[in-house]
């Protein structure tokens, strides 16, 4: 069964602080790994990801995935209040239908 | 671009009535639209995949007949929840494939449908 897990599941940090969560996948038939960020309503798209170790970066924010570990990470560097949310990483699988599964979701509060 | 709309936005229904949510993809045409629904503080979980003029593709243990997807046209999907109880209480999502509208090819979701059951 093809199942995506993220760690942690909650993180609470300061504002300033850094922080870098954890996406593993273990799917048949990867086409590429993609991170959201949903804070009260739908998920807004941040990254997608296909090749191993290359970075993609946007402001703050940047990830990576590692296909050898089948993993992927997203780092937030000097974090603020308004990067409370939850974050979703999903794994498309490769189909004609574009099939997304979703990891729980990180949870992370940032405190002032 | 790419923007995703569901409305209503927020539905309140008796036990046993039917609610129809409905999916539009505003500024681009999409073959397939996916339909999710999150319970709180958990991850979203895929119902259906959409194809226009063709039937749904449930996932596994998603009742087809409890859940009834219309993908009519190319810029809508529609889910009926049939005969509704209070468990079906849920955030319901959908999403578009943005297709050739953007590099990214990756799926825009719409705003989310809150629908509680008394």
């Known amino acids: 069964e093809d199942k995506v897990v993220q760690s942690p599941l909650s993180l609470v940090v300061h504002e300033g602080d850094t922080v870098t969560l954890n996406c593993s996948y273990e799917?048949?038939?990867?086409?590429?790994l993609l991170w959201y960020k949903q804070e009260k309503k739908a998920p807004t798209f941040l990254f997608m990801l296909?090749?191993?170790?290359i970075e993609k970066k946007s402001g703050r924010l940047s990830s990576i995935l590692d296909k050898k570990e089948l993993s992927s990470i997203l780092n937030i560097t000097a974090t603020q209040t308004g990067d409370s949310a939850i974050y979703l990483c999903?794994?498309?699988?490769?189909?004609?239908?574009?099939?997304?599964?979703f990891g729980q979701g990180t949870t992370l509060q940032v405190k002032p | 671009g790419a923007v995703v709309s569901q409305h209503p936005s927020r539905v309140i229904c008796k036990s046993g009535t039917s609610v129809k949510i409905e999916c539009r993809s505003l500024d681009f045409q999409a073959t397939t639209m996916f339909w999710y629904r999150q319970f709180p503080k958990q991850s979203l979980m895929l119902m259906a995949t959409s194809n226009e003029g063709s039937k749904a593709t449930y996932e596994q243990g998603v009742e087809k007949d409890k859940f009834l997807i219309n993908h009519a046209s190319l810029t809508l999907s529609t889910l009926t929840v049939t005969s509704a109880h209070p468990e079906d209480s849920s955030f319901y999502i959908c999403?578009?494939?943005?297709?050739?509208?953007?590099?990214?090819?990756?799926?825009?979701f719409g705003p989310g449908t809150r629908l509680t059951v008394l």
């Open positions: 999403s578009a494939d943005g297709g050739a509208l953007t590099s990214t090819d990756t799926q825009y």
């Open positions: 999903a794994v498309e699988v490769a189909s004609n239908t574009g099939k997304l599964i």
């Open positions: 296909t090749s191993s170790g």
């Open positions: 799917v048949t038939n990867f086409r590429s």
